[in-house]
């Protein structure tokens, strides 16, 4: 690995993004026009809004980081640019990194953008810090980009990265606690949310909202998060392929 060839592979990933003005609006502005929505969905619920938001704010930078990252990534494989790119000098790490430190980039603006609407302008009630509230919400999104590479991958086409939605995003939402406590499931649902890292960021966001400080619970609910995401971009490097058969 080689940090020169990091970051110049980040520089190219990010000129690009500059050149598609529909996907930057896809990344920013969905996920705060999805709280707004929600936010008059429960308006005569302030409570519901609250408890929901918040985790919310987690879920939707990780499956807009999702789609995006994906896609992007087979367009470089179908393209060949890809394959152009590992004929050079550059390791899979290096190309891995690089697309991880550009979508990273832009993870940092989405989870700031979205943490910031919901607390100052939709006046989220929360306990704890907005900082902790960022934080979750910037490690989902970040999780949401090592999803994405990885399941390039295993994509031919950019209808093949949406079906794995449903696969890979959609269990996770329903078994993470956003419907039903995740004690209240059965045990066999219980323990496979108890192995998905966004019930740890369902988790963390709740720990925020009832907690003025971060207890160990959220610490723990973090560093999960975090490991799952540096987990699998470390997938990703490892089955990352030239070319789209």
């Known amino acids: 690995m080689n940090a020169a060839r990091t970051l110049a592979t980040a520089r190219r990933v990010l000129r690009q993004l500059a050149h ?17 929505l929600l936010y008059y969905v429960f308006d005569a619920d302030r409570r519901s809004f609250d408890s929901i938001g918040a985790s919310l704010l987690g879920i939707f930078p990780l499956v807009t980081m999702f789609l995006v990252t994906s ?7 179908t393209s060949g640019t890809l394959e152009r790119l590992l004929s050079m000098p550059l390791g ?19 989870a700031s953008l979205a943490t910031g609407v919901a607390v100052w302008f939709l006046d989220l009630n929360i306990t704890g810090s907005p900082w902790l509230l960022l934080l ?47 004690d209240s499931m059965q045990p066999a ?9 966004m019930s740890y960021a369902v988790d963390g966001m ?13 610490v723990r609910d973090a560093v999960i998060v975090a490991g799952s995401a540096l987990l699998v971009l470390s997938l990703g490097a490892a089955t ?3 070319r789209t058969a």
């Open 20 to 36: 598609d003005p529909r996907t930057i609006a896809l990344l920013l502005l969905v996920p705060v026009l999805l709280l707004v």
């Open 71 to 77: 896609i992007a990534t087979l367009r470089e494989r």
């Open 92 to 110: 899979k790490a290096d190309l891995i990194l690089g697309y991880a430190l550009a979508f990273g980039a832009l993870a940092i603006v989405q």
């Open 136 to 182: 979750i919400a910037l490690l989902d999104a970040l999780l949401g980009t090592a999803l994405g590479l990885f399941v390039s991958a295993f994509a031919a086409s950019e209808f093949q990265v949406v079906q794995f939605m449903p696969a890979m995003v959609f269990p996770q939402i329903l078994l993470c606690g956003l419907f039903a406590p995740r």
């Open 189 to 197: 649902l219980e323990a496979i949310s108890n192995v998905l890292p």
């Open 206 to 218: 709740t720990e925020v909202l009832r907690n003025a400080d971060a207890t160990g619970d959220f």
């Open 240 to 242: 990352l392929r030239r």
